[in-house]
């Protein structure tokens, strides 16, 4: 059934003057400049050069250059009349072993980044983790390692110390689910490790880590806003039979509760998901005082919904996604559904935690095949879903859910992962050949949406100094 979009009136005001909005990336998929400046290799880094890792064989070798092309894409963020970036820092530029020695010339990069942002206007909010582990920290284990915990606080506390005087919004990691679930189990992202013993191990020490993390930013970045950001997905079973209604229970404690729920001192969802219980040899004593933190605010990024159907084939869940492409609705290049409603559901369900103060989305958007034609880049589809996409946003907010921003994924189309440059997310188009950046119709749509219409006195002031 087709969405019916019901935003004939939306505009900026509706959401309130303290609505926070943004646009967000992460340091892999668009920096480029890989061995750059003393920066050491990451898991990602290593994962791209293997043959059939990556579409078409990709990399991000290059990806795009915003290393040296900082300045002109926040000149864009400007442009566009966005006043918050969401960018994250490269571990390896930091730390190019992972712990130990300092590499000042990515201190340096970084202060750069964050310096010119304030020039323009525009708030940087920044992300310490988005997936890209050190090479070197991987091989003695990685996120499977306990010893992670100290290397990540150590990460943590350079970022605070460095950077914590001018940035006042901070995310610890980045969808955790995706990282490990795709990382470790799955092994289609890096590292490209499977199996559930890895797995188990590696969900309890990333939520030890990213409560490490956050009381460090807490202790030295005292007055700044702290959040973390989850993956999720409206989950619905195919049909109402008992079995398939179980199974998407199992789904939705897989991919939307696992790791929320122990941070906000719930413990891990093992009776809705009993392939868990192995991960209880792992919490050793006092790890459940370590596991639980009071955000000031939960990130969640949202572009789809999943229809589940018991699958007796399916080891540990014994589910299966109903693929999208079967079911005769409109999808994106990346194959998922469009479906508004679910970033509403999403909304709903987190805002049903008492312990949430606060909802920011931090990521919603789509990817589509654009075309330059005469240098220009309509892309009505990303238009039609972002508007569609805000106004359940507003829905859940009239309806007196948290819910206080909106970042769009993603400023530029960059490097999407396994994807590589197929999908394109960006409201920037580029051209990854000579990174020529074109300004889509969207992006266009969103710098008119999001300009404050000038107060009739100003107006008044204004004309009257032209006479």
Known sequence: MKFTPQHTALNRELFGPDFNWGVSTAAFQIEGAHDAD?????????????????????????????????????????KLNIPNFRFSIS??????????????????????????????????????????????????GGWANRDVITWF????????????????????????????????FFGIHAPGRSGIRSFTSVIHHVVLSIVAGAKILRKLVPNS?????????????????????AAAVRVDALINRLFIEPLLGMGYPIKDL????????????????NMKFDFDFIGVQNYTREIVQYSFFTPYVNARIVKAENRKVELTAMRWEIHPPAIYHMIKKFAAYPQIKNIIITENGSAFPDEV????VNDPKRLQYLQDYLSQVLKAKNE????NGYFVWTLTDNFEWAEGYHPRFGLVHVDHTTQKRIIKASGKWFAEFLKKPVKHEEFTLEARSRM
């Open 38 to 78: 003393g920066k050491g290799e990451s898991v990602w880094d290593n994962f791209t050069t293997k043959k059939g890792k990556i579409l078409n064989d990709d990399h991000a070798r290059t990806a795009c250059d915003f290393y040296n092309r900082y300045q002109e894409d926040i000149d864009l963020i400007k």
């Open 91 to 140: 571990w390896t530029r930091l730390l190019p072993n992972g712990t130990g020695a300092v590499n000042q010339a990515g201190i340096d990069y970084y202060n750069r980044v964050i310096d010119y942002c304030l020039e323009q206007g525009v708030e940087p909010w920044v992300t310490i983790y988005h997936w890209d582990l050190p090479l070197v920290l991987e091989q003695k």
């Open 153 to 184: 606080s150590e990460f943590t506390t350079l970022c605070a110390q460095n950077f914590g005087d001018r940035v006042k919004h901070w995310m610890v990691m980045n969808e955790p689910v995706v990282f490990t679930g795709a990382g470790y």
């Open 225 to 245: 806003q702290i959040g973390n950001t989850f993956s999720c997905s409206q989950v619905e079973p195919l049909t109402n039979k008992p079995r398939d209604v």
């Open 274 to 289: 009993p392939a868990l219980k192995g991960i209880q040899k792992y919490i050793l004593p006092g790890d459940e005082d």
């Open 373 to 376: 034609t005469d240098g220009e």
């Open 400 to 403: 007196g859910c948290n819910v």
